[in-house]
T-cell receptor, first 110, second 113 residues
Framework: DAGITQSPRHKVTETGTPVTLRCHQT?????MYWYRQDPGHGLRLIHY???????DKGEVSDGYSVSRSKTEDFLLTLESATSSQTSVYFC?????????FGPGTRLLVL | DQQVKQNSPSLSVQEGRISILNCDYT??????FLWYKKYPAEGPTFLIS?????DKNEDGRFTVFLNKSAKHLSLHIVPSQPGDSAVYFC????????????FGQGTRLTINP
């Protein structure tokens, strides 16, 4: 298994509060990604990183920001959580040919 | 605009028979295709992939077929086993710097004994 961990694994928060999810990898991989999974939508790309301090938006980036200050860590922040951001969030590392996913974070926004 | 579509939300197959999962895409710039398997409460795991220069790739019980003219790919699992029961996602990407994947909605496969 690729060395990818996510924290927390579960979180319940209230609308309007900030939330930060962490992805940590031990593979020293250049590319890292954040996806969300929702019923009927599969996995959708939120943001990705192609190096330290190099990030770009994905398909559903509104309401999210990211930071990558070290190769091994990729943080996803919900500045002011909304109920529409209730989802399962997956971090991934890899390339076009293969991406390896973390175990996911289940977020509930009340 | 859904660039990658899996039109069957679910599929039920008898153990030992062949499972065929289908995926259609609209973006002609896609040149790499992947299949992932996902169990509940776990992250997706990579199964098999195919480049657009090929039309078939095999790995054990899993075979992926690509029909570029129809913009269609399929995953064949034979023989199907109870442990194959999971949600299957197809994904596609363009050969450019971003290395991004676009996923279909998923198909829930159930293998019946």
């Amino acid at each position: 298994d690729a060395g990818i961990t996510q924290s927390p694994r579960h979180k319940v928060t209230e609308t309007g509060t900030p939330v930060t999810l962490r992805c940590h990898q031990t593979e020293n991989h250049r590319y890292m990604y954040w996806y969300r999974q929702d019923p009927g939508h599969g996995l959708r790309l939120i943001h990705y990183s192609y190096g330290v301090k190099d990030t770009d938006k994905g398909e559903v980036s509104d309401g999210y920001s990211v930071s990558r200050s070290k190769t091994e860590d990729f943080l996803l922040t919900l500045e002011s959580a909304t109920s529409s951001q209730t989802s399962v969030y997956f971090c991934a590392i890899g390339t076009q040919e293969t991406q390896y996913f973390g175990p996911g974070t289940r977020l509930l926004v009340l | 605009d859904q660039q990658v579509k899996q039109n069957s939300p679910s599929l039920s197959v008898q153990e030992g028979r062949i499972s065929i999962l289908n995926c259609d895409y609209t973006n002609s710039m896609f040149d790499y295709f992947l299949w992932y398997k996902k169990y509940p409460a776990e992250g997706p795991t990579f199964l098999i992939s195919i480049s657009s220069i090929k039309d078939k790739n095999e790995d054990g019980r899993f075979t992926v077929f690509l029909n570029k003219s129809a913009k269609h790919l399929s995953l064949h699992i034979v023989p199907s086993q109870p442990g194959d029961s999971a949600v299957y996602f197809c994904a596609a990407s363009e050969n450019q710097g971003a290395q991004k994947l676009v996923f279909g909605q998923g198909t829930r496969l159930t293998i019946n004994p």
